[in-house]
């Protein structure tokens, strides 16, 4: 089951972050050739710049829709409903990018790529919740960085795919924009074979039927009589504790330091950068004067890196603890980024022409 919740999770979000780089060149020129069909006249540079700097930037305005939406939707029709749902946004996002080219339309890369924002603010959401919630205790934390591992993994499978001998070129590139439909497709099919969460069935819908039986085909036989009693308090104590609304849960002296935590790692992690590098990576190694026939693979490099780094914390999580690894992270980034500072600004000015 982590396997299907990774490959229609976070898979995706990872492929969007990197895939939309290798058509980069093939795009814009689609965008002028369609608009000189229409109108008779070409864009001009700037104009397809700004049109360029749209498609690629929407994807963040349609996750941030729903991400917005998702908390709502699942704790009212359940997140394995809810993931469902995705998949068809999905789906209705690659048959847009797909036939983007056939049917001369630019618009419809913009709003596929809206669309898989849309779907991934969803995803992104549901998929750490769902694998932590179907996890015993001894296993949480390696089941929570698999979401990272899969995440990892998709951008560097955007990155392979976007290469020129695989469907990077002039006319694969839909097919490369519509491929991670697959993924949901792969989801929407399997899916249904598994339960609901155990803490789902528990403690929203009791039904403690269902909440055993999906204990036993999501973590065997064995004996789990302590984890499924810690289960049952905690259905107790969310029977007598009252939900709190954002604006109270933040004046709770009692939450103080879960919150502090919560920002802070969530905040360090959204800007540390990682999503700009891959988005303009292309732009950034052509001005660092890189042959164009090796951008790609270096790009390549970049994704490698992570992924590699990312299955090594998964294996590395239950030895170490979260707070070592992020306090690893944390100085390991201080460092490499005092490093490109100092050789940016120590960087020679090109010789004129």
């Not at 898979?11 to 990197?18: D, E, L, N, R, V």
């Not at 995440?151 to 020129?164: A, C, D, F, I, P």
Request: charged share 15%.
């Amino acid at each position: 089951m982590i396997f299907v919740l990774g490959i229609g999770g976070s898979f995706p979000y990872g492929f969007h972050i990197s895939v939309i780089n290798y058509p980069s060149l093939y795009i814009k020129k689609f965008i002028n050739e369609t608009w000189l069909e229409r109108h008779g006249s070409p864009l001009p540079q700037e104009t397809i710049l700004l049109l360029w700097s749209f498609i690629v930037s929407i994807y963040g305005i349609g996750g941030l829709l729903g991400s917005v939406c998702c908390g709502y939707l699942t704790t009212k029709y359940r997140k394995k409903k809810c993931q469902m749902f995705t998949n068809l946004i999905m789906l209705a996002a690659a048959s847009l990018m797909g036939f983007s080219k056939m049917a001369g339309s630019f618009e419809m890369i913009l709003l596929g790529r809206f669309l898989y924002g849309v779907g991934i603010g969803f995803s992104f959401n549901i998929h750490p919740q769902y694998v932590g919630e179907i996890s015993p205790k001894k296993l949480r934390g390696f089941a929570n960085a698999t979401v990272a591992v899969f995440l990892t993994l998709g951008k560097v499978s955007g990155q392979v795919m976007g290469l020129g001998e695989m469907l990077g070129s002039d006319f694969l590139w839909p097919l490369l924009l519509a491929s991670s439909g697959l993924t949901a497709v792969v989801q929407l099919l399997t899916l249904p074979c598994f339960p609901d969460s155990p803490s789902y069935l528990l403690i929203q819908k009791g039904n403690e039927e269902a909440f055993m039986k999906a204990i036993k085909q999501l973590w065997g036989e064995g004996d789990h009589q302590v984890e499924i009693e810690d289960l049952k308090k905690e259905k107790s104590a969310v029977a007598t504790t009252k939900s709190l609304r954002v604006l109270e849960l933040m004046k709770a002296r009692s939450f103080r330091w879960q919150l502090y935590v919560m920002i802070t790692v969530m905040t360090t992690l959204q800007l540390c950068g990682i999503n700009a590098i891959y988005f303009y990576s292309f732009e950034v190694f052509r001005t660092a004067r890189f042959e164009e026939e090796l951008v790609p693979y270096i790009a390549l490099g970049v994704g490698m890196c992570e992924c590699l780094s990312s299955i090594l914390c998964s294996s590395l999580i239950e030895r170490f603890g979260r707070k070592l690894l992020l306090w690893g992270g944390y100085a390991a980034m201080v460092l490499v980024l005092a490093l490109l500072t100092l050789t940016l600004s120590l960087q020679l000015e090109p010789p004129l022409p």
